[in-house]
T-cell receptor, first 111, second 114 residues
Framework: KQEVTQIPAALSVPEGENLVLNCSFT??????LQWFRQDPGKGLTSLLL?????REQTSGRLNASLDKSSGRSTLYIAASQPGDSATYLC??????????FGTGTSLTVIP | DAGVIQSPRHEVTEMGQEVTLRCKPI?????LFWYRQTMMRGLELLIY????????DSGMPEDRFSAKMPNASFSTLKIQPSEPRDSAVYFC????????????FGDGTRLSIL
């Protein structure tokens, strides 16, 4: 069974700082990987989806990279803002449908 | 287009009672997923459907849990009888079944079993 780990569990940064969130997975035979954001009391919002054949995806200030061989993905957030405060979850799929989730990184951006 | 719609948003009931959670997926999505989220175990997949057919229910914790998808626009997750350890947030998500589309989540049902 795929095991997904996210480090750190919590992170506080001052506004404007660039930051990196880490995700690692045990089975490198993945189909795709997805980064989500979760706000308190809300569902998950998909941020970026990376197919196994891709190395990275970008959306605005967000950049996600994928290194299948080492079982790692990173989510880079540029010029962080207080509105970026949320929990960020990484999810990995071996089939394209069934996703295994990490426990998330709780991000606080301090004004 | 409306997102994934779940009801109720909150449910508080006494142990032993039957609980029914409802989900309306995004129109055109043919995969539907039920997840449970707790502080201890994080987000766990309970069951997922492709074209209304259950594909993998290995995450369903016990026989007390059952899920149905009678048509492409509606699914239910039922717990009978409910127990305090079932207290969690239950999410429904949907996607297109081509492996290249992200999953879209509802806002969840916060379930408390007293």
């Amino acid at each position: 069974k795929q095991e997904v780990t996210q480090i750190p569990a919590a992170l506080s940064v001052p506004e404007g700082e660039n930051l990196v969130l880490n995700c690692s997975f045990t089975d490198s035979a993945i189909y795709n990987l997805q980064w989500f954001r979760q706000d308190p009391g809300k569902g998950l919002t998909s941020l970026l989806l990376i197919q196994s054949s891709q190395r990275e995806q970008t959306s605005g200030r967000l950049n996600a990279s994928l290194d299948k061989s080492s079982g790692r993905s990173t989510l880079y957030i540029a010029a962080s803002q207080p509105g970026d405060s949320a929990t960020y979850l990484c999810a990995v799929s071996n089939t394209g449908n069934q996703f295994y989730f990490g426990t998330g990184t709780s991000l606080t951006v301090i004004p | 287009d409306a997102g994934v719609i779940q009801s109720p948003r909150h449910e508080v009931t006494e142990m032993g009672q039957e609980v029914t959670l409802r989900c309306k997926p995004i129109s055109g999505h043919n995969s539907l997923f039920w997840y449970r989220q707790t502080m201890m175990r994080g987000l766990e997949l309970l069951i997922y459907f492709n074209n209304n057919v259950p594909i993998d229910d290995s995450g369903m914790p016990e026989d007390r849990f059952s899920a149905k998808m009678p048509n492409a626009s509606f699914s239910t997750l039922k717990i009978q009888p409910s127990e305090p350890r079932d207290s969690a947030v239950y999410f429904c998500a949907s996607s297109k079944t081509d492996g290249h589309q992200p999953q879209h989540f509802g806002d969840g049902t916060r379930l408390s079993i007293l």
